[in-house]
């Protein structure tokens, strides 16, 4: 990893397995809300937590996989987010109306409700924090998209559409874990809505639209099963999770996660001050974002690293160049410089190359060049001069 110059990398750096454990005391019992591991302090696995650091700085990184074996603390990481989450500006109308459209395209751009809210000075928006909302395993595709109040259809004889768990992570985080293992139909559900944004549900005479903006974080392990290539697709960063190789470290995460079972909350405690610098270094990176700009060194590397690895989708760039401006951003610099990207490329370019593809594409071009010499040889049994047929050459 390249030289760093900011805090923020040097908190991700410095946590991983620098902090003494604390000998906590046993927890009173009847605790409701326990607090989740804290993220500082996993130790090791710099990658994945560089992966999740850059999807939340920069939403447009096209959300994470984190692809490694049963207990590599994916889970663990993910959920500790709920500390580092940003602030956002959230509309409270399904429109997604927001007090910005009023300023900037006047009362036609927000609808007539809004329109009527503003008459009573209220406010169409709100700040909150970011939430990660999980797709339980055993979800349906109701749960999903929303259905039917079967409650207020069954007592009452109405028909009421529930928000389903797409709309609910609307601004959020929707986090699949073994995303691997989702039946098809929930994950084209998934699919559709993030690659639209919105989604429509349809019950009988009911008809509602959806908005699903949300950062997809997924996590797999590749024991259990492969994963379709157009959900593969999908995630922008690929953190591959290996188990940790030192023993050292090992006997640290085994220190750290019975200190933590003891009592959740007081070690939590013992991070809250370095997760709070950590959090407000998180949001200073997400106002430098809309700054960054690509320097033509950074382009012509991230491209010919593309062009190299004949990658066909054309989200490699838009992961490549948004995680490279993230980082840009989490190291307090304005310029994506080359080591910038290359500080991301592993995670942003690995596992695009469908080998499927390229052997098509391969078998069709010799195809193509079969079609074409026999064309050329018909021809010139014919008396005619396939030089000055050009028609083949394109016709793929
Ligand atoms: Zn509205």
Redesign the pocket.
Known sequence: MPEINSRLLSILQAESGARRVLQAPQPDFGLTDIEPFPFLAIIGQLEMKLALLLAIVNPLVGGVLLIGSRGTAKTTAVRSLVDLLPLRHR?L?????TEEMLDQNGLDS??????E?VGYGDQ?STEDRVRIVELPLNAKLDDVVGGINERLALEQQRLRLERGLLAQADGNILFIDEVNLLSTSIADAILDAASQGYYTVRRGPLNLQYRAQFVLIGSMNPEEGHLRPQIMDRFGLRAVVRGLEQPQLRYQAYEQAITYRRNPDQFAATYADSTMLFAEEIEKAITRLPQVLVSEEAIKLGLSLIEGLEIDSGRAEITLFEAAKAYAAIDDRLEVLDSDIEAVTHMALRMRKSSGLTEFLRSRKSEDDFLKDLSNHLQRENGEDPSTETGHENSV
């Open positions: 509309s109308c399904p429109n997604g109306c927000i609808c007539d409700s809004c329109a809210r169409l």
